[in-house]
C-alpha cells in the first residue's frame, strides 16, 4: 500500500488541507507532519476534518496506519516503527516540533517505493539531511514549485538527485491517482 507523506513550515497548512481534500474519502494513509507549537495540534486536526471530511487522527500511542491522515500529538514527532506503524515521541535533540529529521530517520530502515514525500513551502532545511538515504530506497519526493515560502524546497532542490517540481494542483492530481489505485 502506498503511503503519503506530506512535511512543510511556514506557509503549509492551508496548503497541505487542500491536498487531501479531494472530495473522496482517502483509502491511503497520509501522515502531515508541519511545524506547529504543541497546542495548535488539536485545532489543525479539526480545521482538516471541517474542510475536507476526512478521518484524522492524532497519534499518540503506537497506531497501524490505514486510510486517512495522521498527526503527530502536539509538540512531539512522529516515527516509525515499522512499515505500517507510527507513535509520537518527544525528541529533545531538535527544537523544531514535529520534527522532519526525526520522521526521516525513522522512515529509512522501512523506506521503499510505496512512500512519496510532498515538501510544501517553509523556512529552514529540516529533513534534508535524510534525503539521499531514502532516494537509495526508492522513496518519491515532490517538491512545491508554487511554494509562499521557498527556503525548505529549495533546501530539497540542492540536496536531491531525483525529485520532481510540482505546482500544488499537480501535487493534488497525483494524490487523487493514488487514492484511485490503493496499491
Known amino acids: 500500500m502506498n ?5 512543510g513550515s511556514a506557509g503549509s497548512p492551508n496548503n497541505a488541507v487542500e491536498l487531501v481534500n479531494i472530495n473522496k474519502k482517502l483509502s491511503v494513509p497520509v501522515i502531515i507532519n508541519i511545524h506547529f507549537t504543541g497546542k ?3 485545532s489543525f486536526a479539526e480545521h482538516i476534518k471541517n474542510n475536507t471530511h476526512q478521518n484524522v487522527m492524532i497519534v499518540n ?10 498527526l503527530p500529538d502536539g509538540g512531539k514527532s512522529l516515527i516509525f516503527i515499522s512499515k505500517d506503524k507510527v507513535k509520537s ?3 529533545k535533540s531538535t527544537i ?3 520534527s522532519i529529521n526525526t520522521l526521516f530517520r525513522s522512515l529509512i530502515k522501512y523506506a521503499s517505493s ?5 515538501v510544501l513551502s517553509g523556512l529552514g532545511n529540516d529533513g534534508q539531511q535524510y ?17 509562499n515560502f521557498n527556503y525548505l524546497p529549495n533546501s530539497y532542490i540542492r540536496k536531491n538527485k531525483n525529485f520532481t517540481l510540482l505546482t500544488l494542483e ?12 490503493k496499491k
Open 3 to 7: 503511503k503519503i507523506i506530506i512535511v
Open 114 to 118: 510505496n512512500f512519496l514525500i510532498f
Open 40 to 42: 495548535f495540534m488539536e
Open 131 to 147: 534525503i539521499e538515504q531514502l532516494q537509495n530506497k526508492n522513496v518519491k519526493f515532490f517538491i512545491q514549485k508554487d511554494a
Open 89 to 91: 515521541v518527544e525528541d
Open 61 to 70: 500511542n503506537i497506531t497501524e496506519l490505514s486510510q486517512g491522515i495522521f
Open 96 to 98: 523544531t516540533h514535529p
Open 170 to 181: 499537480k501535487m493534488k492530481s497525483i494524490i487523487v491517482s493514488l487514492n484511485n489505485d
